[in-house]
């Protein structure tokens, strides 16, 4: 790192100087402003994601308590909500951290399979959007989860699960899920 020229430094005290100026200026009681920031940073750090109390995502009706479920499509509110009904978990609604919504990320349902040694494989798994330093060369490098079942041995690469989280299967006409 170079060191700054004179004329260079001048300019960072003055610019929070003038800052503060401006928030004095504006009316803006300092200790509060300052005071109600760190409050709002301490209670960004407690709830971390989890729902409160008053989230309109809890819902009490006599002595049960239900979770909206979602779709995204239909927030709470909405008739067609979905609800989860929470009565007897071990621990309170309000400590549950909520996720991205159900159905948000769509699973692989109708799977397409083709042979290792085809050379279009590199191009139909792609990279993975959280590895992106792994990048595989050749087939041979491609990273998979297997599955047995009888006879039947399919390999679901984890960069398309990467993207997916599930694979809905279907071995000898029975369902599996493959998930990632």
């Known amino acids: 790192m170079r060191s700054l020229r004179r004329t260079e430094r001048w300019w960072r005290p003055t610019v929070a100087v003038a800052s503060v100026i401006v928030l004095i200026i504006a009316g803006v009681n300092l200790r509060q402003f300052f005071t109600e920031a760190a409050q709002a940073d301490d209670n960004l750090r407690?709830?971390?994601?989890?729902?409160?109390?008053?989230?309109?995502?809890?819902?009490?009706?006599?002595?049960?308590t239900f979770v909206w479920a979602g779709p995204r499509a239909h927030p709470p509110g909405d008739e067609k909500a979905q609800w989860f009904d929470f009565t007897g978990a071990p621990?309170?609604?309000?400590?549950?951290?909520?996720?991205?919504?159900?159905?948000?990320?769509?699973?692989?349902?109708?799977?397409?399979?083709?042979?290792p040694?085809?050379?279009?494989l590199l191009?139909?798994?792609g990279r993975s959007p959280y590895r992106r330093d792994e990048v595989a060369r050749t087939n041979d490098e491609i990273r998979v989860i297997g599955v047995v079942q009888g006879k039947i041995?399919?390999?679901?690469?984890?960069?398309?699960?990467?993207?997916?989280?599930?694979?809905?299967?279907?071995?000898?006409?029975?369902?599996?899920?493959?998930?990632?």
Do not use: C
């Not at 971390?48 to 002595?63: A, M």
């Not at 621990?91 to 042979?115: C, T, W, Y």
């Open 46 to 64: 407690q709830t971390r994601g989890r729902l409160l109390s008053r989230d309109p995502r809890i819902r009490k009706q006599g002595d049960h």
């Open 91 to 115: 621990f309170p609604a309000n400590e549950l951290q909520f996720g991205i919504g159900m159905d948000s990320i769509r699973a692989i349902d109708d799977p397409l399979f083709v042979k």
């Open 117 to 120: 040694s085809d050379p279009r």
């Open 123 to 125: 191009t139909y798994v």
């Open 153 to 180: 041995a399919r390999a679901y690469p984890i960069a398309l699960l990467d993207r997916h989280e599930v694979v809905n299967d279907r071995f000898e006409g029975k369902p599996v899920a493959v998930g990632w």
